[in-house]
């Protein structure tokens, strides 16, 4: 494969992998970085591509690697990081100056509830273990295969399955817990509380109902809830989406709560 | 010596009491048809097992050799229990304890592709005797760890690819 053809078949996966990295890191910068390293190393490297896998599994496979060694030594975040984040936040004018500046002029500024949720998702995930994140993300958001994201993590076939169920299972039973739009009893709201900040004139309860997995949550299953909040990860690009921008905005505030909280506790 | 058995065979997933004046032992085996890396994953991802093993209630600490985790059982809840691990040899073979006793769990290849999976736990000493009557059955909770243990190995190994 020549660089040429590295290259152009790199940009019709690379939003996918830039988005796939934010979600791992919870970082536009290392997003950043990892996707130029990702290509230069795939670049460097393309020589020992065999076609034993698709270009795509086996440059996703050369990223995740990149971000494992970046984050095997932080901490996990808890999953209450958005309850840890909200009290940070309430306490942070500056966030709701620059939130609502964005919110007024940037054309990526508009708060929508079902973009919060992939931002939710986000950082709740965050709390799984390192390997469990990384496959429920390439297999429930990126939709690749067990044998692909075996070949991805250099795992044997067993233990994806295993990683895939338990953290399934367990954010599958994190959000039940928490999220009052699939659960009356659900102890968190922030979505409904941002929206009336940030679109005060809106209903929240019309909104809710253009959302397939709220309007239908007294209906469906767990699994079935679980299988809809990802269907919403797979539809948004977190960099492209009309939120994007006042969402990474959210993020960046939310990754540097993180990092002092977890740098004292 | 008193030996008392109080199920003379050993069945499929049916725990098998040895009673001795000095010690009793509990043992059940079950064949789990699923990877040994995956029977092996459940047993030893501590803060995963009170999610699939309905005897746990809670688990702290990092299960690996010469580590101390507490645990906390349905069979006394109020009661945490110090365990240390002994031995950790991955996909064969996990025993903690503490003065007491230990838990010897091992897995074997079993026929047509599963595993044979055996928990095993002798508990007893000088004054066993003194407090053995205070020490309720484990033959239940052995059996519903084993069954816990089979139904969700075998849910991953089945589960979509």
Known sequence: ?265 | MKQVHTNSKSQEGKATTVRKTFSRETSVQTTVMADPSIVWALLTRASDIPRWNSTVTSIKGEIREGNTIELKSILDEKRTFKLKVKEFVPEKRLVWGDSQGSRVYSIEKGAGGGVLFSMTEKIGGPIFPLFAKYIPPFDESFERFAADLKKEAESIQNSKS
């Open chain 1, 1 to 265: 494969m020549t660089t040429d053809q590295l290259t152009a078949e790199f940009e019709t996966f690379q939003g996918e992998l830039k988005s796939f990295i934010l979600r791992m890191t919870a970082s536009v910068q290392d997003a950043e970085d990892i996707l130029q390293d990702t290509y230069l190393k795939a670049q460097s490297k393309i020589d020992t591509f065999r076609g034993e896998s698709s270009l795509k599994t086996w440059i996703f496979s050369i990223a995740s690697n990149l971000a494992r060694d970046l984050l095997r030594s932080k901490k996990r975040w808890p999953e209450t990081v958005t309850d840890i984040c909200r009290e940070e936040a309430l306490h942070n004018r500056q966030f709701f100056q620059e939130a609502m500046h964005i919110r007024e002029t940037s054309p990526q500024g508009k708060f929508e509830i079902k973009e919060h949720i992939a931002f939710c998702f986000t950082c709740v995930s965050k709390s799984l273990p390192l390997e469990q994140h990384l496959a429920l993300l390439l297999k429930e958001v990126y939709g690749f295969k067990v044998t692909e994201i075996a070949q991805i993590m250099n795992q044997t076939e067993a233990m994806v399955k295993y990683y895939l169920h338990v953290s399934r299972s367990r954010m599958i039973d994190i959000f039940d817990h928490r999220c009052s739009l699939i659960n009356k009893q659900g102890i968190c709201h922030q979505c409904t509380e941002l929206n009336g900040i940030f679109n005060p004139k809106q209903k929240a309860q019309e909104e809710l109902v253009k959302i397939e997995m709220a309007r239908d949550a007294e209906n469906k299953s767990k699994e079935e809830l679980f299988d809809l909040r990802m269907k919403i990860l797979q539809e948004l690009d977190p960099f492209e989406s009309g939120a994007a921008e006042l969402q990474l905005h959210h993020l960046e505030h939310n990754r540097r709560v993180m990092e002092k909280y977890l740098e004292e506790n």
